[in-house]
């Protein structure tokens, strides 16, 4: 790759801010479970502004993208997104752990998704149960039409590598997983946007915003460049030059935040998306298969479910094992974005509670909350 993208870091010293934190190792992004102050609608037994009482009488907590309350925002933790140092480390754990490799790779990738429940026959979802923190294995097979050949129809980059993904928002529909990643493409509400306080970046490009799908060379962002032939469609050419990936890396790299780390996780998810063996910033079709959550995929999201589920199947990496499957299902298909607000997973509420349906392993009930300098918040 030419252009810029060398500035990006994993270290979280990058040009965005001072903020530093030690490498991600095995295990090391495991942490405790999530506040349960700042996951619930109303914490029971606290009374408001009564320092005895329970959660100190500070009852509810406050979404970044949401009016009326006030206190410290929450928000979507940057781990959380595809390529974070956090989920490219549980991915090769639980490879290791669950004996999906030999090469100390892991044949998936790890993500976030919003995804709203299926409960039509036949699909993926428990009537009666929220989707909130449940996972799937994905195998994208077609693309969507821009990088389709027009005489044969047919795809001309290769599919992305698969992936397992626990959802974490809802508001999505029931046929699609909206990946989160670096500059996926802001929602209706975002707490990403410096324009939006409060909010977790210094700058963020409105490239591809609102409605393009942020920094995607395969999207309008893309057109009349070198990420495009003349006939405005996408080529694994195309995608690969040296202009395309040098402007995706040169529109990345304007990302910043006051927090080092954030900076250098968004802009590495941003670029990676974008490449040609790893093109997960376009709408995918999918086969899909609900399975058991892996071990260490929770750890850095801390939403554990007690399911008796399959696990991931590793021998199904390819779109003819898939077809071959008949437990992988069609019909569905991924979208991208990242708004920053606090995931609604994050509440308990709608996991265990009445609105989730769900039975969560102890306090290990909800995505966690991270604070604006992306740190997760945990019991004390």
């Given amino acids: 790759m030419t252009g810029n993208a060398g500035s990006v870091a994993s270290s979280g010293s990058g040009t965005g801010g001072s903020s530093t934190r030690p490498p991600v190792t095995p295990g090391s992004y495991a942490l405790g479970a999530p506040d349960q102050c ?38 979507a933790c940057p781990r959380y997104m595809l390529f974070a140092d956090e989920m490219a480390q549980a ?11 030999t090469n100390g790779e892991s044949p998936f990738e790890y ?4 995804h709203d429940t299926d409960s039509d026959a036949g699909g993926l979802d428990d009537a009666g149960k929220s989707p ?14 821009q990088v389709k050949d027009q005489m044969t129809m047919q795809s001309t980059v290769p599919p992305p590598k698969p992936l397992i993904v626990q959802t974490f928002n809802t508001g999505a529909t029931t ?36 409605s393009g ?13 070198a990420c495009k032939n003349q006939y ?42 974008n490449k040609p063996a790893s093109l997960y910033h376009m709408n995918w079709k999918v086969y899909a298969k609900r399975v058991k959550c892996p071990a260490a995929l929770t750890q850095v999201t801390g939403c554990k479910l007690l399911e008796n589920l399959p696990e991931p199947t590793p021998s199904v990496l390819t779109p003819a094992a898939a077809q071959a499957d008949s437990s992988f299902k ?18 308990s509420d709608k996991v265990t509670g009445t609105d989730g349906g769900h039975t969560a392993d102890g306090q290990y009930n909800s995505f966690y909350t991270c604070d604006v300098a992306g740190k997760p918040l945990t019991q004390p």
Avoid at 45 to 74: F, H, I, Q, W, Y
Avoid at 91 to 101: C, I, R, V
Avoid at 177 to 195: E, K, R
Avoid at 245 to 273: H, L, M, P, Y
């Fill in 132 to 145: 909130c923190c449940q996972c799937y294995q994905l195998i994208p097979y077609e693309p969507e039409q």
């Fill in 111 to 114: 993500a976030v998704v919003g």
């Fill in 232 to 273: 405005g469609l996408v080529t694994l050419d195309t995608l690969s030059s040296d202009g395309c990936q040098s402007k995706v890396a040169t529109a990345c790299n304007n990302i910043a935040s006051d927090t080092g780390f954030i900076t250098d996780v968004t802009r590495k998810s941003c670029i990676e998306s």
């Fill in 213 to 225: 799908g942020g920094i995607k060379a395969v999207g309008e962002w893309g057109s009349n460049s």
């Fill in 330 to 347: 069609t019909g569905y298909s991924t979208t991208t974005m990242q708004d920053c607000c606090k995931p609604s997973c994050a509440w």
């Fill in 38 to 75: 700042k996951n619930q609608f109303y914490v029971a037994g606290c009374e408001d502004g009564k320092a005895t009482s329970t959660c100190g009488g500070v009852c509810t907590s406050r979404n970044a993208c949401e009016d009326g309350k006030t206190g410290d925002p929450g928000f």
């Fill in 91 to 101: 991915a090769k754990d639980d490879a290791k752990y669950y004996g999906w490799s």
């Fill in 175 to 210: 046929k699609t997983f909206d990946v989160y990643m670096g500059h996926g493409g802001l929602g209706a509400q975002n707490a990403c946007s410096p324009d939006s306080p409060p909010n977790q970046y210094t700058t963020y490009p409105m490239d591809g915003q609102p």
